[in-house]
């Protein structure tokens, strides 16, 4: 009877030794998983207290000239647009007067024709009609009342496509302005032709006024 007890007791401990040593089957264990944590809430950064607007009162001198040439790159200084400059053309007679080498020898002997100042409906009206029938070889015309400085005067396209390229069509305006009646005491005429050479002349209320 106690040989059997004995060998029970050999047995279970023999058993308990055998299940504590054992190798894991892979079915049974599982691996925790880690317990996710909520970071913890994180203030909005406030502007530092010690941040102040700089005053150039206080700065050094090396400091404010620092400061006045970073100025001076983040806003550079205004650029005028550049002026475009006028071209000559070819001068070759087509007989069709749509150049100065055709239409300077005309306006030279009719300097007197340029222009004509006229009173009408309570105006002064500065005709430039005779320039406008030989404007194809002109690039610019340029009109000065009174001393001021001449300034540009729109002139029509020449219709190269008609026998008389120079000829005033319905469509090209009206060939005149209009001033205050009596106000127009002195005309200043300047023109430039397209082989770039220029011609000028002034004129007298006088001289140019007609009925």
Known sequence: MIETLLLMVSVGLHSASSFANAEPD???SQVAEPIAQEAPAVEPSQPSETAQAVNPDELSDE????VAQADDIAAPAFLAPEVPQL??????ATGK??????VKPILNATRGNWITLREYDGKDLVYVTHLWAWRCGLLEMRVGINGNTP???PMPDCHLDQAAPGAILDTDGLPYRGYALGSVALIEIQLTYD???TAGAKYNREGRLVE
């Open 63 to 66: 400091t404010a000239a620092t």
């Open 195 to 197: 082989d770039l050479t």
């Open 151 to 153: 300034e540009l005067w």
């Open 26 to 28: 892979g079915g049974m």
């Open 97 to 102: 007067f749509t150049t100065a080498l055709e």
């Open 87 to 92: 071209t000559a053309e070819p001068q070759i």
